[in-house]
């Protein structure tokens, strides 16, 4: 046995969410075992603290309520933050929108209600050749000083890469999060030995901007990409689902959306849609299923106010793995109407549930569903109006893709060889 291999998990460790990108960390964190012993190799899951490494067997148990108090902490620094912003002069603006302001309350909010206390007797250090992988929010535990430490004893870091949309449309993000991505490409650029993208069209965004604006001689041999698994990591038990969760799909014509509920996601375009089937009389029910993101406040009073919510219109968030399966088994079909994707995570697990896609026509949905879901035309909502009306969808019976512990193998191989 060789160097070891490090995956870094700390935000996902310490944030209490279970949205994509935490998704992918468990999933890649509960195969890596199995991995492990075919490539003969040791791999560690392992969690910041300090500016140290320890390693840890198991993520701790998400808080449906510490989760709801996150976000209502959140929603005050953001009001708070948008007053300043009104009030303060233009030289102040800067500060408030600093990337280190933001990410210190959040770090300190996860601390307070979800870190679970790790075993310091799990106190690794990473030796001359080693492995560090990045699989985590990378840009939201900016640590360079451990980076650099790391650096310096000739350990090789790879960062996987879930995409760069903040960089490449700003106009659906907020200031902080563009500021943010930034800030880290550019502070994390000298000591990053690797990008690893979660999809081809990642990778090749992620060299253009790097090597355009950051460092123009670098070498796109340090650039590949993997592709996600399909299956999440609980095991199915129908009858952990609740009867109330069960009751919003008894109409057989009904519709989901999964999905964080941000801008670039385009729900509005989706109730759009469903708004001209529902002034028809049609029986459709569509379900919003995803933690409530940024600059939704108008989006989720209409939908509150809708006079079919509750009805024929609802919005789950919090939804477990469990309930998230039941949704992809008994829905008619997942709507992904995004503006712009790294992957499309809902894609894939909707079809290996079996479960058909209609997604907007953009090129990352063609990379990942190909000829497999079909396609609307984001400038023209009667093209999804006529999907959703005429029942429409492709089969998904014999679709195959690769598991998590493919994926999670190609991960680890291209790491070792970027």
């Given at each position: 046995?060789?160097h070891?291999?490090?995956?870094?998990?700390?935000?996902?460790y310490?944030?209490?969410?279970?949205?994509?990108?935490q998704r992918?960390v468990?999933?890649i964190v509960?195969?890596?075992p199995?991995?492990?012993?075919?490539?003969?190799?040791?791999?560690?899951?392992?969690v910041?603290?300090?500016?140290?490494?320890?390693?840890?067997?198991?993520?701790p148990?998400?808080?449906?309520?510490n989760?709801?108090i996150k976000?209502f902490?959140?929603?005050?620094y953001t009001?708070?933050r948008?007053?300043l912003?009104?009030?303060?002069?233009?030289?102040?603006?800067?500060i408030?929108?600093?990337p280190?302001?933001?990410?210190?309350?959040?770090?300190?909010?996860?601390?307070?209600?979800?870190?679970?206390k790790i075993?310091?007797?799990?106190?690794?250090?990473?030796?001359?050749?080693?492995?560090l992988i990045l699989?985590d929010s990378?840009?939201?535990?900016?640590?360079?000083?451990q980076l650099?430490?790391?650096?310096?004893?000739?350990v090789?870091i790879?960062v996987l890469?879930?995409?760069?949309?903040p960089?490449i449309?700003?106009?659906y993000?907020?200031i902080?999060?563009?500021?943010?991505q930034?800030?880290?490409?550019?502070?994390?650029?000298k000591?990053?030995?690797?990008y690893?993208?979660?999809?081809?069209?990642?990778?090749n965004?992620?060299?253009?901007?790097?090597k355009?604006?950051?460092l123009?001689?670098i070498?796109?041999?340090?650039?590949?990409y993997f592709?996600?698994?399909?299956?999440?990591s609980?095991?199915?038990?129908?009858?952990?689902?609740?009867q109330?969760?069960k009751?919003y799909f008894k109409?057989?014509n009904?519709y989901?959306?999964?999905s964080?509920?941000e801008?670039r996601?385009?729900?509005?375009f989706?109730?759009d849609?469903?708004d001209v089937?529902?002034?028809?009389?049609?029986?459709?029910?569509y379900i919003?299923i995803g933690r409530?993101?940024w600059d939704?406040?108008?989006?989720?009073?209409?939908?509150k106010?809708h006079?079919e919510?509750?009805?024929?219109l609802f919005?789950l968030?919090?939804?477990?793995?469990n309930?998230?399966?039941?949704?992809y088994?008994?829905?008619?079909?997942?709507?992904f109407a995004?503006f712009?994707?790294?992957?499309g995570?809902p894609?894939i697990e909707?079809?290996?549930?079996?479960?058909?896609v209609i997604?907007?026509?953009?090129?990352?949905?063609k990379?990942?569903?190909?000829d497999?879901?079909?396609?609307?035309d984001?400038s023209?909502?009667?093209?999804?109006?006529?999907?959703?009306?005429?029942?429409?969808?492709?089969?998904v019976?014999?679709?195959?893709w690769?598991?998590?512990h493919q994926?999670?193998?190609?991960?680890?191989?291209k790491?070792?060889?970027?």
């Amino acid at each position: 046995m060789s160097h070891k291999i490090y995956l870094d998990c700390t935000h996902t460790y310490n944030s209490g969410l279970n949205t994509g990108i935490q998704r992918v960390v468990k999933n890649i964190v509960k195969n890596a075992p199995q991995v492990a012993k075919e490539l003969d190799a040791e791999i560690i899951p392992v969690v910041s603290v300090s500016n140290k490494y320890y390693s840890f067997y198991d993520f701790p148990k998400i808080n449906k309520k510490n989760n709801y108090i996150k976000q209502f902490l959140k929603k005050i620094y953001t009001n708070t933050r948008t007053f300043l912003d009104l009030i303060l002069p233009l030289k102040f603006k800067k500060i408030l929108y600093h990337p280190s302001i933001g990410i210190f309350l959040s770090k300190s909010i996860d601390k307070m209600l979800f870190s679970k206390k790790i075993d310091l007797t799990k106190l690794v250090t990473l030796q001359s050749e080693d492995i560090l992988i990045l699989i985590d929010s990378t840009w939201l535990n900016n640590n360079y000083k451990q980076l650099n430490n790391l650096k310096k004893k000739n350990v090789k870091i790879v960062v996987l890469i879930y995409d760069i949309i903040p960089i490449i449309y700003p106009k659906y993000f907020t200031i902080d999060l563009i500021i943010s991505q930034k800030d880290w490409f550019q502070k994390a650029v000298k000591y990053i030995d690797g990008y690893i993208a979660i999809s081809n069209t990642v990778k090749n965004e992620v060299y253009v901007y790097i090597k355009n604006n950051l460092l123009p001689d670098i070498q796109k041999q340090k650039f590949d990409y993997f592709y996600l698994g399909a299956n999440l990591s609980t095991k199915y038990e129908e009858n952990d689902v609740a009867q109330t969760f069960k009751n919003y799909f008894k109409n057989e014509n009904t519709y989901v959306t999964v999905s964080t509920i941000e801008p670039r996601k385009n729900h509005a375009f989706v109730l759009d849609a469903f708004d001209v089937l529902w002034s028809n009389n049609e029986n459709f029910t569509y379900i919003i299923i995803g933690r409530i993101g940024w600059d939704t406040e108008e989006l989720i009073k209409r939908i509150k106010s809708h006079k079919e919510y509750g009805k024929k219109l609802f919005l789950l968030d919090n939804v477990e793995d469990n309930e998230l399966i039941y949704a992809y088994k008994n829905a008619k079909a997942l709507i992904f109407a995004s503006f712009a994707e790294g992957f499309g995570l809902p894609i894939i697990e909707s079809l290996f549930y079996k479960l058909p896609v209609i997604a907007s026509d953009i090129p990352i949905h063609k990379e990942i569903g190909d000829d497999k879901i079909l396609y609307f035309d984001l400038s023209d909502i009667g093209s999804l109006v006529s999907i959703i009306k005429t029942q429409n969808t492709k089969s998904v019976e014999n679709f195959a893709w690769q598991d998590w512990h493919q994926s999670t193998k190609d991960l680890i191989l291209k790491s070792r060889k970027i």
